[in-house]
């Protein structure tokens, strides 16, 4: 079973407008989460971490967090056709030795259409 | 910025064929990890490490070993390739444990055949 799941798979937004993601956890010992953006042919590069219940803002992106729901959203303002990509939600998991795994969603593509 | 490298970004192999994929980072960073990309899945760890010439399981290990020479050198070893194992594969290092962000590679996708 998929421990992270994201919704929906893809997005299509027009340039300027907001884009909504969703994440969801079955697992309550999540409790840091990490949004990450993949462009095409790209690796994954880290947007924003969140561990805190309620907003956190970066610039056009904002992150929100629900611990007792385990629901977590991402919402990118103003999109760009920069912003077309694959969105993942991940979150963070201890390991041995101090390690820590991501667990990542299948995440959301997102499209600006200018 | 931090800087993961990986070698090769493509490679094409033969079922039960040796395939080695290695990556390098400059960050200084304490822990590396292998994950793969698959459709529908996401990202899935493979294997990881926190210190040279130590490795640790992830979450599918079967059919990978890992190598970690040196603090900047990580390597998957796929000893006998399989059609299942064709997928992205992606490499990452961060700081210290903890909390940190994960700086990924660019990826090498491997198609086994």
């Given at each position: 079973q998929q421990k992270v799941q994201q919704s929906p798979e893809s997005l299509s937004v027009p340039e300027g407008g907001m884009a909504s993601l969703n994440c969801t956890s079955s697992?309550?010992?999540?409790q840091y989460f990490w949004w990450y953006r993949q462009h095409s042919g790209e690796g994954p590069k880290a947007l924003m971490s969140i561990f805190s219940d309620g907003d956190k803002k970066e610039g056009r992106f904002t992150a929100h967090l629900n611990k007792a729901s385990l629901h977590v959203s991402l919402h990118i303002r103003d999109?760009?056709?920069?912003?077309s990509a694959l969105y993942f939600c991940a979150a963070s998991e201890p390991r041995r030795q101090g390690g820590r795994a991501l667990i990542f969603g299948t995440g959301t593509t997102v499209s600006v259409s200018p | 910025e931090a800087a993961v490298t990986q070698s090769p970004r493509s490679k094409v192999a033969v079922t039960g064929g040796k395939v080695t994929l290695s990556c390098h980072q400059t960050?200084?960073?304490?822990y590396m990890y292998w994950y793969r990309q698959d459709t529908g899945h996401g990202l899935r760890l493979i294997h990881y490490s926190y210190v040279a010439d130590s490795t640790e399981k992830g979450d599918i290990p079967d059919g990978y070993k890992a190598s970690r020479p040196s603090q900047e050198n990580f390597s998957l070893i796929l000893e006998l390739a399989s059609l299942s194992q064709t997928a992205v594969y992606f490499c990452a290092s961060s700081d210290t444990g903890g909390y940190y962000e994960q700086y990924f590679g660019p990826g090498t996708r491997l198609t086994v055949l």
């Open positions: 697992d309550r010992n999540f999109s760009q056709p920069s912003d | 960050n200084n960073h304490d």
